[in-house]
C-alpha cells in the first residue's frame, strides 16, 4: 500500500511514522508513506496556500490551485483508490472505514486547515471525506495520523500475530474482553479460573460472553446492527 499525505504541517505529521508498529511496516516495505509540502506547490513570494473568504467571515481558506498543481502531478504516476480529506464534517472514522481503506493500493490523505479547503477542491478531487470525532483539531495532520494508524496495523503482515487485529475491539462490533497477565493474584485480586483450565472452548465461550457484556454496558449502540 502507498499513502500519499499533502500537508502545510509535514514536521508536525512525521512522528507518529518513526516509531513501534507503523516504523516497522515501513522498513518492512508493507508501506510506503510519503509526505508533500503544499507550500512547494504554491507561487507568488510569499508562498501563500489560503486565501480570504467570498462573502465575508472569519477564517482563511486553503485555495485550489495548489492542491490541484499537487493532486494532478501525483495521479499522472499513479491511479489513486481513493483521496480522503480530512474534515470534521466528514463521516466519522470506524473500524469499518480502518478495513475498507486497508485493502486499497494507493490513497492520498489531504490535510485541511485554517477554515478549510475551497469547496470546489472537494467537489473536483475529493472521493471521501473522513472525521475522527465530533471536536474540531487545528488541522487534518492528527487525523490523517490516526487514520494511517488504524489502517496500516490491519495490512496482513503488519502484526506479528495475525490473529491479535482480529481479536481487537470492534472487529465484530463488540469491545474486547478482559485480558489478564502474570502474577495469578495480585492484592488478594484473582484472575478468573477458567483462563487455567486449558480448556479452549471454554476459555473462548468465557470471552465472548465478556465481550458481549462489556459491549452492552458501554457501547450499547455498537449491538444495534
Ligand atoms: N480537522 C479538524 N478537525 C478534524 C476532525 N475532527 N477530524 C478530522 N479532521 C479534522
Known amino acids: 500500500m502507498r499513502i500519499d499525505i499533502i500537508t502545510v504541517l509535514p514536521e508536525l505529521l512525521k512522528s507518529p511514522f518513526e516509531a513501534s508498529i507503523l516504523k516497522r ?14 507550500r512547494d506547490y504554491a507561487t507568488g513570494g510569499y508562498k501563500s496556500v489560503d486565501d480570504t473568504q467570498f462573502g465575508g467571515g472569519a477564517g482563511m481558506v486553503m485555495t485550489i490551485a495548489p492542491i490541484d498543481k499537487c493532486i494532478s502531478k501525483l495521479q499522472k504516476e499513479r491511479h489513486y483508490d481513493d483521496i ?9 472514522l470506524n473500524q469499518s472505514i480502518a478495513n475498507q481503506t486497508s485493502l486499497k493500493e494507493n490513497i492520498i490523505i489531504l490535510c485541511g486547515h485554517y477554515k478549510g479547503v475551497d469547496q470546489r477542491v472537494r467537489d473536483k ?8 470525532g465530533d471536536y474540531v483539531l487545528s488541522g487534518g495532520e492528527l487525523g490523517a495520523a490516526v487514520l494511517c494508524d ?6 496482513p503482515g503488519v502484526l506479528g500475530n495475525e490473529t491479535s487485529a482480529l481479536t481487537d475491539s470492534f472487529q465484530d462490533n463488540l469491545l474486547a474482553p478482559p485480558i489478564y497477565t502474570k502474577p495469578r493474584e495480585y492484592d488478594g485480586m484473582k484472575v478468573p479460573e477458567v483462563l487455567f483450565s486449558g480448556n479452549f472452548g471454554e476459555i473462548e465461550k468465557w ?3 465478556q465481550a458481549y457484556k462489556r459491549t452492552k454496558e458501554r457501547r450499547p449502540d455498537l449491538l444495534k446492527d
Request: charge should be negative; proline fraction near 2%; avoid cysteine.
Open 25 to 38: 511496516a515501513i522498513e518492512a516495505g508493507l508501506v510506503e508513506v510519503h509526505f508533500h509540502n503544499l
Open 84 to 92: 480522503i480529506y480530512m474534515t470534521p464534517d466528514g463521516e466519522q
Open 125 to 132: 478531487f475529493i472521493t471521501r471525506e473522513i472525521s475522527i
Open 150 to 155: 488504524s489502517v496500516i496495523r490491519l495490512i
Open 207 to 209: 470471552r465472548e460472553e
